[in-house]
C-alpha cells in the first residue's frame, strides 16, 4: 500500500480558501487517491476521490498532477464547522482488496 | 436510507463481561468492516467482511469476534477484554470496495 506524507496541522482564517497537500511518490498505477473528514468522537466522513486531473463535488475539488506523486485538498470558502481532521489515502478500488490504511491526517482549525 | 448505524452509542464493560456491538446498514452494499480508533489517532482496520465472509483479519484478538448474519449486519462480539481495548468502535460498508466506504458514529467502549 501506497504511503501517504501530510501535514501534522494547519490553520485557517474562515472565509479563505484552504489547501491541504498529501505526498504519495509510491501511489501503484490501480490506485485511487481518496480523502475523509472526521469530527471528535463521530466517524470518518467519505469527501471526495479521485484517479488524475481534477474532480470537484458540492464539498472540495481534488488536484492530482500527472505524475500523481501528489495531491491536493482544496476546501473553498472555509467555516468554523470545517474544524477537523483530514486523511488523504491511496489505494487499490478493487473490491475485495479493502485494506483501508489511514495515515496520521492533517488537523486543520478554522479561526474566526 | 443511506446511513450506518451502530448500537450502543456507548458501552462499559468488566474485564470478565461479554457484550456485543451491532453495525447495520440498508444501502445494498455488500462489503462491511469493523475498525479501533485510539484517542487522537486514526483509525486501524480490524476486520473485512466482503459478500457476508471474513475476507480480512488484521491478526486481532481472539477476544474480538465477528460476525456477519446476513448483507444488512455486522456485530463484533466482545469477551474478556482488557483496559486496553478502550476505544471508539467504527463500522463502516462499501458500495464498491476499496477506498470509498461509509462510516457509522462508532460506539465508544471502556472496559473497566
Known amino acids: 500500500l501506497a504511503k501517504t506524507t501530510q501535514p501534522i496541522s494547519m490553520d485557517s482564517y474562515e472565509g479563505q480558501e484552504v489547501n491541504i497537500t498529501c505526498s504519495h511518490n509510491?501511489?501503484?498505477?490501480?490506485?485511487?487517491i481518496t480523502w475523509y473528514q472526521q469530527f471528535p468522537s463521530q466517524g470518518p466522513r467519505f469527501i471526495i476521490q479521485?484517479?488524475?486531473t481534477k474532480v470537484t463535488n458540492e464539498v472540495a475539488s481534488l488536484f492530482i498532477p500527472a505524475d500523481r506523486k501528489s495531491s491536493t485538498l482544496s476546501l473553498p470558502r472555509v467555516s468554523l464547522s470545517d474544524t477537523a481532521v483530514y486523511y488523504c489515502?491511496?489505494?487499490?478500488?478493487?473490491?475485495?482488496?479493502?485494506?483501508?490504511?489511514f495515515g496520521t491526517g492533517t488537523r486543520l482549525t478554522i479561526i474566526p | 436510507d443511506t446511513e450506518v448505524t451502530q448500537t450502543p452509542k456507548h458501552l462499559v464493560m468488566g474485564m470478565t463481561n461479554k457484550k456485543s456491538l451491532k453495525c447495520e446498514q440498508h444501502?445494498?452494499?455488500?462489503?462491511m468492516y469493523w475498525y479501533k480508533q485510539k484517542a487522537k489517532k486514526p483509525p486501524e482496520l480490524m476486520f473485512v467482511y466482503s459478500y457476508e465472509k471474513l475476507s480480512i483479519n488484521e491478526s486481532v484478538p481472539s477476544r474480538f469476534s465477528p460476525e456477519c448474519p446476513n448483507s444488512s449486519l455486522l456485530n463484533l462480539h466482545l469477551h474478556a477484554l482488557q483496559p486496553e481495548d478502550s476505544a471508539l468502535y467504527l463500522c463502516a460498508s462499501s458500495p464498491r470496495g476499496g477506498n470509498e466506504q461509509y462510516f457509522g458514529p462508532g460506539t465508544r467502549l471502556t472496559v473497566t
Open positions: 479521485g484517479y488524475k
Open positions: 444501502m445494498g452494499h455488500r462489503a
Open positions: 509510491n501511489i501503484a498505477t490501480n490506485d485511487y
Open positions: 489515502l491511496v489505494g487499490d478500488r478493487t473490491f475485495g482488496n479493502e485494506k483501508l490504511t
